[in-house]
């Protein structure tokens, strides 16, 4: 039997020994042929889809969005239709993502603007802190 053991699989992939444990677990890897020792040995087709997985989860989509995606490169045939809508909703995801975080960027840069450098009873910091009425956006 041919195949790497999973600490050799985990340096390879960049994906740490628990985490695939955690992919076979819920169905993204396959579980691979054990040796006679019985130690899982992963080959070069677990290994590649090992890096899909990695990649997927470093561009942020979720495990049931990756068995999808897998599930869709397993049958080459299909439509890549469910494949695009899945990386639409990422990218909405992304965007929304951004506007919540440049609005709490604003939102900073205003209260460290608003600071005199003076004593904490004068503070724009702290004084907005208290008040959430004095923010500008609510997406914080």
């Known amino acids: 039997m041919t195949g790497v053991p999973i600490g050799e699989a985990a340096r390879a992939s960049g ?11 819920v169905g993204l890897l396959p579980e691979p ?3 006679d020792g019985n130690r899982r040995l992963y080959d070069a087709t677990h290994l590649k889809r090992l890096a899909f997985i990695r990649h997927a989860r470093e561009l942020g989509f979720e495990v049931d969005a990756i068995r ?3 599930d869709l490169q397993d049958n080459p045939g299909q439509s890549c239709s469910p494949a695009d809508s899945i990386a639409r909703r990422r990218l909405q995801d992304v965007e929304a993502r951004i506007e919540r975080l440049l609005a709490l960027k604003s939102e900073l840069t205003r209260m460290i603007d608003g600071c005199g450098h003076g ?3 004068d503070c724009r910091v702290i004084e907005v802190l208290t008040d959430h009425a004095q ?3 609510d997406a914080h």
């Open 33 to 35: 042929p054990r040796s």
């Open 68 to 70: 999808t995606l897998l």
């Open 119 to 121: 004593t904490i009873s």
């Open 135 to 137: 923010c500008e956006h």
């Open 15 to 25: 994906v740490k020994v628990p985490t695939i444990r955690y992919y076979e677990q």
